[in-house]
């Protein structure tokens, strides 16, 4: 069971008015460019071998020279690519704009030198105004469409009447001249861009507003989010001083006259503080996953992390040692280090250690291994414990939910350690992964980068980016 | 020879009330203050031989203004000061007494929910009872 938190569903950009993001437009521009290499070399192939080759009557040099600026063209947009990184939505709306009005120009040129309203590449332009439409928004579509027409248009009438000079290819009848099948042409031509603009404008709309309808759905669920921890927080606060009086309170005459007291009556009070305390440990954990906006470059230090693990286990050796366990620790050398908030790391290793040891079997394993891989770090907890079934392995990460093992082994569990190593590595920036069988054990394996860094989805869930 | 006094300025009433219990069986003399400002004036009027403080009380670093405020008063620059933290106190930064009391003005640090034990057990190490 995999939790690869570095890849949370991204979340849709509110303050852009586009469909897609400049990153992934960038990926469909790449595609674009592709689609032109092809064109362009496509273009020169049957020119060399129709023209040249096979001495077919064909305009030669403007279809070459076409060919040859449409690969130039191209090139200067894949090297632009290269360098630049697609930041601006609004920057690369607008190269695709330029791009898609000289690929219209080139597209003209081309039918011109290769037959005008005989060639049926005029399809082409059709092709250009769906593009368009999935890209672009209404008048912009329309716009397209307009330029479509009026070049295809301008070049057909332009023949019919003279004032450029037909390129006849061979391939079609002699038909430029025409008037009854030119009229027929264009009109078709006119319906079908206008038609597909249209369309294509339709159904992108609607698309536009299921997507406005998800940012907005988005957004009230990261404020409901906010609310919700903000509420644990107040109730954990509030929760806090009464439990401790209380426990005080019965610790307080249990130390003054428990040895007095008639041992069911001690015992009774005993319990309590038993059950105080493990209220006093789901408040304190409560504290530690409510706590947000640490993540911050002033509290980021440099952890000697072979020191830090080897604190953690021998802080929870005696427990170990009690259970009849063997603790086993394999450290890198030399030590890896990380930068990163030091507590936050603590608790992971406290947490998952304190777990190996707690719902293990008697006289068994506790395994710690440490592995630096280069940039990241690699920390794993095996035990040779209850194991946790594979239902339940995608809820143990789960506020207070506690596997049926995990009840049976421990009554006096918070439910709540798991939830905060998650959510500890999530918020610097690393992952978990958990691998078990019921009876055989479980291996938690923790891979932390070594600097952490604040993700997008944690700005956004500490409220520093606002739609 | 007089028993020895402790001031504990805390707002939780009932904490009082148990600690007052808990002190007087183990000898010594307790007065109590509810707000910083009542806890710093019982402070310089009665001389405490120790003083327990809360951390939080009205104000998130309330705790801490009391304490620098008896550090520069002459009659409780010495006194003991024990303070008393809890787990979730949202103090805005985390506080470790190995590391920091260097620059805080106080002597321990006892984490709430306090247990008799360890409350006595501190109060000894700085006053010693003369029994």
Known sequence: ?467 | MAEKTILVIDDDIDLVEIIRVTLENNGYRVIDAQTGERGLAMAKEQNPDLILLDVMMGKVDEGFQVAYQLRSDEVTADTPILMLTAVTDQTGFDFDPARDKDFLPVNEFLEKPVSPRDLVDMVRKHLPTNV
């Open chain 1, 1 to 467: 069971m995999r939790h690869d938190l570095r890849n949370p569903i991204e979340p849709l950009d509110p303050g852009s008015s586009q469909f897609v993001s400049a990153a992934s437009l960038r990926v469909r521009l790449d595609w674009f460019n592709k689609l032109r290499w092809g064109a362009a070399v496509g273009v020169l192939a049957v020119v060399l071998v129709a023209g040249v080759g096979l001495k077919a009557p064909i305009e030669v040099r403007g279809l070459l020279l076409t060919g040859v600026v449409l690969l130039l063209l191209n090139t200067v947009y894949v090297v632009r690519g290269w360098r630049f990184p697609a930041v601006d939505i609004a920057i690369e709306m607008r190269l695709v704009k330029v791009q898609m009005v000289c690929d219209l120009l080139l597209l003209t040129v081309l039918l011109h030198f290769s037959g005008g309203v005989e060639n049926p590449l005029l399809f082409l332009y059709i092709l250009h105004v769906i593009i368009a439409s999935l890209l672009f928004k209404g008048r912009e579509i329309f716009q397209i469409a307009w330029l479509a027409i009026f070049l295809f248009t301008a070049e057909v009438s332009g023949e019919y009447f003279g004032l450029l000079p037909h390129h006849h290819i061979p391939t079609a009848s002699e038909v430029a001249h025409e008037l009854p099948f030119t009229l027929m042409t264009l009109a078709s031509f006119w319906l079908v861009i206008l038609f597909s603009a249209y369309v294509g404008a339709r159904i992108m709309s609607h698309n536009r507003a299921i997507k406005d309808e998800l940012v907005a759905r988005q957004s009230d669920l990261l404020d409901e989010d906010r609310a919700k921890t903000d509420f644990f927080r107040f109730v954990t606060h509030e929760i806090k001083s009464p439990v401790n009086t209380a426990q005080s309170g019965v610790e307080t005459a249990l130390d003054l006259i428990g040895e007095s007291m008639v041992p069911s009556v001690r015992d009774v009070l005993e319990r309590a503080v038993s059950r105080l305390k493990q209220a006093t440990a789901i408040i304190r954990d409560l504290a530690e996953l409510t706590r947000g906006g640490v993540l911050k470059e002033e509290n980021l230090t440099v952890v000697d992390f072979n020191q830090l693990v080897t604190a953690a286990v021998d802080h929870q050796r005696e427990t170990a040692d009690r259970a009849g366990l063997k603790l086993n620790v394999v450290l890198p050398d030399p030590a890896v280090s990380l930068t990163t908030i030091r507590p936050m790391v603590e608790t992971i290793v406290a947490n998952l250690v304190n777990n190996a040891i707690r719902y293990n079997r008697e006289g068994g394993r506790v395994s710690v291994r440490l592995v630096d891989t280069g940039k990241l770090v690699r920390l794993v907890v095996e035990d040779e414990g209850v194991g946790i079934s594979a239902e339940e392995q995608t809820q143990v990460f789960d506020e207070f939910y506690r596997s049926a093992e995990a009840r049976e082994k421990s009554d006096l569990g918070t439910g709540l350690g798991l939830a905060i190593v998650k959510k500890f590595v999530e918020e610097l920036g690393g992952t978990i992964d958990l691998e078990s069988d019921v009876g055989k054990g479980s291996t938690f394996i923790v891979v932390l980068p070594r600097k952490s860094r604040k993700n997008r989805r944690m700005k956004r869930s500490s409220g520093e980016i606002r739609p």
